[in-house]
């Protein structure tokens, strides 16, 4: 169990620029879920992946937010246009169908629009 | 209304004292799940401990202990003997089973701070 990855840890970007944002899952975790934490805020849900679908999206989730998990196994964050209120932590979460336990979270990307 | 209420945004405790963060919910669900993170200064969310809405029995994992109480719909986290390496924020967190699909709600956090 090597836990949930995300890359980059960091990343400052240019208002209007894109970014993309990777989570590697816990590899039999099935779930998959990006939340975004900011300043003195709990995390909040944007979006969720059962294998390769996305069965739910947050209404946080702008038209300039896509979120894709291709095959099942990964998972990829793009912004488009960043704006400035994009500045955020964004965590990737996995879990398997298991009643009763949380997910597990990887160390998040923290992303600064300057 | 906020799903999951945390009332104190810092707190402070003596080394090898016992702390207890607040939490209260919202829901209409009769099926859900109550979680505590903590959230080092290093940003991971690390899962501490669960209690279900038909546990009948209050949740213990170590030294971190849930306060249970369904009628008052709160959920209260006791950290036994505080150690230095337990300041952090810690979060609540509940999902509904029926209601809103798979998505945690979490609270706005409480900041501890164990005093040597």
């Known amino acids: 169990d090597t836990g949930v990855s995300q890359n980059p840890r960091h990343k400052i970007t240019k208002r209007g620029q894109n970014v993309t944002f990777r989570c590697d899952p816990i590899?039999?975790?099935?779930?998959l879920y990006w939340y975004r934490q900011t300043l003195g805020q709990g995390p909040e849900f944007l979006t969720y992946?059962?294998?390769?679908?996305?069965?739910?999206k947050s209404r946080l989730l702008s038209d300039r937010f896509s979120a894709e998990r291709p095959k099942g196994s990964f998972s990829t964050l793009e912004i488009q246009r960043t704006e400035q209120g994009d500045s955020a932590m964004y965590l990737c979460?996995?879990?398997?169908?298991?009643?009763?336990?949380?997910?597990?979270f990887g160390s998040g990307t923290r992303l600064t629009v300057v | 209304a906020q799903k999951i209420t945390q009332t104190q945004p810092g707190m402070f405790v003596q080394e090898k004292e016992a702390v207890t963060l607040d939490c209260t919910y919202d829901?209409?669900?009769?099926?859900?799940?109550l979680f505590w993170y903590k959230q080092p200064s290093s940003g991971e969310m690390i899962f501490l401990i669960y209690?279900?809405?038909?546990?009948?029995q209050n949740a213990t994992e170590g030294r971190y202990s849930l306060n249970f109480q369904k009628a008052r719909k709160s959920t209260n986290l006791v950290i036994s003997a505080s150690q230095l390496g337990d300041s952090a924020m810690y979060f609540c967190?509940?999902?509904?089973?029926?209601?809103?699909?798979?998505?945690?709600?979490f609270g706005t956090g409480t900041s501890l701070t164990v005093i040597p």
């Open positions: 979460a996995s879990s398997r169908r298991n009643r009763g336990y949380g997910y597990t």
């Open positions: 590899s039999e975790h099935n779930r």
């Open positions: 992946f059962q294998n390769e679908a996305q069965l739910e």
């Open positions: 829901t209409s669900d009769q099926s859900y799940g």
């Open positions: 209690q279900g809405s038909y546990d009948e």
């Open positions: 967190a509940m999902r509904e089973t029926h209601s809103t699909g798979n998505q945690f709600y």
